[in-house]
């Protein structure tokens, strides 16, 4: 279907208010010709004549009669979709919002977010899902923010980086190691808890030891870090952990943190969205969230 010239949606309006084209002109700063040229126009578009002599001046036609309203609402329609986001009050907005992460961001992060939600958008819901077969176009349709080590990413989403960690090995704190020095050699020998969704026993830890000549004993693998620290509590065993995680899990359960002898990269993680929220209100207030009370736990992370 061809659309009409939307330009004459605002000379519609004025003439169907003013009622004449002298005041239509005046209030589109306009001549009273060039607006006499539109009425035509318009009438040729419409079907009708709109306006019509009546004694000294013009009268409105029932079909300019019936338009009114409808012209009326289609304008501020159009200047509603055309006007830039405005302020949202944040403690009025009803939404749902679904993340996608792993349970060390959840544990560092999630409770001052949800907390953050609690006092300042009560409105707001969030929706938290496990990370899985992670596919980034999910987040044009199916996720709003993804938490996170991201993966290579389509043009059309954005990202920015959050912080960077590094791990720390975590046992009972009554295990038969836990007073002594871990040494590099100590460390290989201990029994291994790892943590893989996919079940890996082997990473960049094996990487390194094998450099010095040494080798670890995977005693499990674990699908989460939360169920990796319960597993140590019931043996010997150092489970290895992003720190901010460690230190958490030891502030609720008797465990003890040590430094890992060895020299492993640092992790950076990083928070993801598709461009159909990018300028969305209330999605930019979640992400300054996120940010701030990542920027906030940056020494337990690093």
């Known amino acids: 279907m061809q659309l009409p010239d939307m330009n004459l949606l605002p000379a519609l309006h004025a003439l169907l208010r003013e009622g004449s084209v002298t005041g239509a002109a005046a209030e589109m700063h306009v001549s009273a010709s060039a607006m006499s040229r539109t009425l035509g126009r318009l009438r040729r578009v419409v079907g009708d004549p709109l306006l019509v002599p009546a004694g000294r001046g013009l009268t409105l036609t029932p079909r300019a009669l019936e338009l009114r309203p409808q012209v009326e609402?289609?304008?501020?329609?159009?200047?509603?979709?055309?006007?830039?986001?405005?302020?949202?009050?944040?403690?009025?907005?009803e939404r749902e919002f679904t993340l996608r992460t792993n349970d060390a961001m959840a544990v560092v992060l999630g409770p001052a977010l949800t907390?953050?939600?609690?006092?300042?958008?009560?409105?707001?819901?969030?929706?938290?899902?496990?990370?899985?077969?992670?596919?980034?176009?999910?987040?044009?349709?199916?996720?709003?923010?993804?938490l996170g080590s991201l993966p290579a990413l389509p043009h059309d989403v954005r990202s920015t980086p959050l912080s960077r960690h590094r791990h720390a090995a975590v046992s009972r704190a009554a295990a038969a190691h836990a007073d002594e020095p871990l040494t590099v050699e100590r460390f290989a020998a201990i029994p291994h808890i790892t943590v893989s969704r996919r079940g890996r026993a082997h990473g960049v830890v094996d990487e390194r030891l094998a450099e010095l000549g040494l080798s670890r004993r995977v005693l499990a693998?674990?699908?989460?870090?939360?169920?990796?620290?319960?597993?140590?509590?019931?043996?010997?065993?150092?489970?290895?952990?992003?720190?901010?995680?460690?230190?958490?899990?030891?502030?609720?359960?008797?465990?003890?943190?040590?430094?890992?002898?060895?020299?492993?990269?640092?992790?950076?993680?990083?928070?993801?969205w598709h461009l159909r929220v990018d300028a969305d209100p209330a999605h930019r207030w979640l992400r300054a969230a996120v940010a701030r009370i990542a920027a906030q736990e940056e020494p337990g992370l690093n």
């Open 73 to 93: 609402a289609a304008l501020l329609g159009a200047l509603t979709a055309l006007r830039p986001p405005q302020p949202v009050d944040i403690a009025t907005v």
């Open 115 to 146: 907390e953050r939600i609690a006092q300042q958008a009560p409105g707001i819901r969030l929706r938290i899902l496990p990370e899985g077969d992670e596919d980034p176009a999910d987040l044009r349709d199916r996720i709003d923010l993804d």
């Open 221 to 272: 693998t674990a699908p989460s870090f939360v169920t990796a620290c319960f597993l140590v509590l019931q043996s010997d065993a150092l489970a290895l952990l992003p720190e901010a995680v460690a230190v958490r899990a030891a502030g609720v359960m008797p465990l003890h943190v040590r430094e890992i002898p060895l020299d492993l990269p640092a992790v950076t993680v990083g928070m993801a």
